[in-house]
């Protein structure tokens, strides 16, 4: 009896992917439940559990699109689990037992070639079993290579790149005079990749885009955390950011400017319809391995420093490792970005259909400007500059300018989030 591996429902919106990686060779044994592939679709990478137990077989390959609901591959049931917790190994055939030498011969036996190994590290490292048989059999180090599979995972792709620039001989990478070598290489462009570009495409050729940008002083905040980080970290177990000053900032100015906070949608009649929202759901854009996801913390304005700070950590590690689901990076109605943390100075950010704004926070340095404490002097103070893109459709200019200036009010004076002022 034989059960097949079909590809499940993601999300509504989602109707094909790409398999990223087969974790269970073609022929392996596998238990139910245990992960047999990983799907990378336009939203999110996720893994694919065995329906049944039994012998595996491979019907797509890796890097194939297949539509949800199509089978990829198929489970004998009938097959006997082999001995052990796993499928032997395949072993190589035993050589040919050479026929008797002259006795004169007998003392100088003709040497024999040592097989060549793969480094012992190769065990530790993520990769497709196509790929660690690949390296195993040409005696690469895994450890050298980059993967760019699922979770960083070594694709048999990655193997084989990697051979062809670092063998030697004919089927070496050309070089030019000096020993520089001029290589191409052509990679396909992930679901995900693809997603992230049609939607900035579509926000800048719908949307009036407009970007406002002010400047704050964060001098108190530090000045804050410093004070208080030690005691922050031992009450709550969680280090005390600059996000959260930030996520607490935008929800109090959301509040005051409710348009910020809506979307442009279509209406009963099929006219443009402004929809609001009364919850801020603040999407922080995190890089993952795969691209840029806008994981969201629901009803931001109702969660304390600790709740902002514990959430936005757990999304930025799971977010990293691919672990965030379709539903997380769904419905947000704000977005934050840092592009600080990358070194930006300053940016205009696009914004995330179909929000009507986003909020980029940029790297703080020190510059000359009228100190605070006393006024006529100059001082090097800590300033970031911050960037409101926001679409003209549904946001006025004095609206968007006045909610920028009430977010650098609240971080240039903390003690107003605490009052709610």
Do not use: C
């Amino acid at each position: 009896m034989s059960t097949q591996i079909v590809i499940p429902n993601v999300g509504e919106s989602v109707t094909s992917g790409v398999i990223a990686a087969w974790t269970v060779a073609d022929g392996a044994y596998v238990e139910r439940d245990e992960t047999v592939l990983e799907l990378e679709t336009d939203k999110v990478t996720m893994e694919v559990p065995a329906p049944a137990s039994g012998i595996v077989k491979h019907i797509a390959a890796e890097g194939d699109e297949v539509d949800v609901g199509a089978a990829v591959g198929e489970i004998d049931e009938s097959a006997a689990k082999p001995a052990g917790d796993a499928a032997p190994a395949p072993q190589a055939p035993a050589p040919a037992k050479a026929a008797p030498a002259p006795a004169a011969a007998a003392s100088a036996p003709a040497p024999t070639p040592a097989p060549v190994t793969a480094p012992a590290s190769n065990a530790d490292v993520k990769a497709t079993p196509l790929a660690r048989k690949l390296a195993d059999d040409k005696g690469f180090d895994l450890g050298s290579i980059t993967g760019t599979g699922a979770s960083g995972r070594i694709r048999e792709q990655d193997v084989l790149a990697y051979i062809q620039t670092h063998q030697d001989g004919a089927n070496a990478a050309p070089a030019i005079s000096g020993g520089i070598a001029r290589e191409v290489s052509v990679e396909r462009m992930s679901p995900m990749r693809q997603a992230i570009a049609s939607r900035l495409v579509e926000a800048q050729q719908t949307a009036a885009m407009l970007t406002t940008f002010n400047e704050v002083d964060m001098g108190a905040v530090m000045d804050m955390r410093k004070l208080h980080k030690e005691a922050f970290a031992d009450k709550h177990g969680i280090n005390l950011g600059f996000m959260s000053f930030f996520v607490k900032a935008t929800t109090q100015a959301l509040q005051k400017f409710p348009l910020i906070n809506s979307y442009i949608i279509k209406g009963d009649n099929g006219k443009p319809a402004i929809e609001k929202h009364t919850y801020n759901d603040i999407a922080i854009a995190v890089s993952g391995k795969k691209g840029l996801v806008v994981p969201v913390i629901r009803s931001a304005e109702t969660l304390s420093f600790a709740g902002i700070e514990s959430t936005i950590k757990d999304m930025a590690l799971r977010a990293r490792d691919g672990k965030i689901t379709l539903e997380e990076m769904q419905g947000g109605t704000f977005t934050i970005t840092n592009g600080g943390i990358f070194g930006s100075l300053m940016s205009t950010p696009i914004l995330n259909p179909p929000q009507a704004a986003i909020l980029g926070m940029h790297g703080i340095k020190k510059r000359a400007i009228e100190d605070p404490n006393n006024p006529g002097t100059i001082a090097l103070r800590p300033m970031m500059y911050l960037a409101l893109s926001y679409d003209h459709r549904i946001v006025d200019g004095a609206e968007a300018v006045q909610f920028l200036v009430s977010i650098k009010d609240a971080i240039e004076d903390p003690a107003r989030l605490m009052l709610d002022l």
